[in-house]
């Protein structure tokens, strides 16, 4: 088992790749802590892995609140050590030109994709640096390697995401702790789907897949598939990484 005996933590664990992650996780044998800002999301995920013979904990709190995610993370450091952390909670924003976002819709943005993964990142880094030991990996998006008219804000919070991994793997390296990215492409989960009209998306589910060389859009399994890899000891020469999962889209 990959994470036997190792506590995972994960943000935005609530719903998604984040949720799958904490179930792909737990099947590995980790004691895993889902934090989510909606507490029925988040005990759903919890009560799943219950459910399949899995250890899990949960916390509501939303990661803009620095100070709740580092009580939350201190305790898990304290309770039982913290192995892995999963800055995953995100958002995404109405499609719009850059001159049309609201500085509001921005700022949410960034607050909860960028700051957002600075805050868990800050809270755990002490931990891991003390013990020499983990790995970080820090749900990045496709849209923060290549440009996503429509999603300027979105790029820009997951932008800075790919190169502040880079720079935490930098210094933490010498630490014996890891830190990488994964940079998914469409994902079919709630924040593709919420916004959209039901009867509409199976087409537009289509059209979009014909971009996609692998014939599809990605599925929440595909993206946990690679975060458990990064997560774990067979990444053990891999930091500062960032990890395309997109069917292809950005190679064809
Ligand atoms: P999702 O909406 O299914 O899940 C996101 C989870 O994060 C939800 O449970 C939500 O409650 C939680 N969350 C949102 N804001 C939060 C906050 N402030 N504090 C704590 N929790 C919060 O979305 P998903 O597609 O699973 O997205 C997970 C991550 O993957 C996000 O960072 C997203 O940007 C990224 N991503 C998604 C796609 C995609 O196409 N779905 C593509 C690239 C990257």
Sequence with gaps: ???????VFITG???GIGRETAMRCAEEGADVVVA???????????????????????????????EALAEAIDTTAEEGGIDVLVNNAGI????????DVDIEVRDRVIDINTKGVWNGCRAAIPH????????????????????MPGGAAYSLS?????????????????????ANAVCPGVVETPLVTDDRDPEEWPDLR???????????LGRPEDVANAVRFLASEEAAWITGHA??????????
């Design 1 to 7: 088992m990959r994470f036997d005996g190792e506590t």
């Design 36 to 66: 989510d800002v909606d507490r029925e999301a988040v005990e759903e995920t919890t009560d799943a892995i219950g459910e399949a013979g899995g250890k899990a904990s949960s916390y509501e709190l939303d990661v803009r609140d620095a």
């Design 206 to 216: 289509d059209r979009m897949a014909e971009a996609y060389p692998l014939g599809r």
């Design 243 to 252: 990890l395309v999962v997109d069917g292809g889209y950005s190679c064809a």
């Design 92 to 99: 995404s924003h109405p499609r719009s030109d850059m001159e």
């Design 13 to 15: 664990g609530g719903s």
């Design 158 to 178: 997951k932008g800075a995401v790919v190169n502040f991994t880079r720079a935490i793997a930098a210094e933490l390296g010498s630490h014996g702790v890891r």
């Design 128 to 147: 891991l640096k003390d013990q020499g030991s983990g790995a970080i990996v820090n749900t990045a998006s496709l849209a923060g390697l290549i440009g």
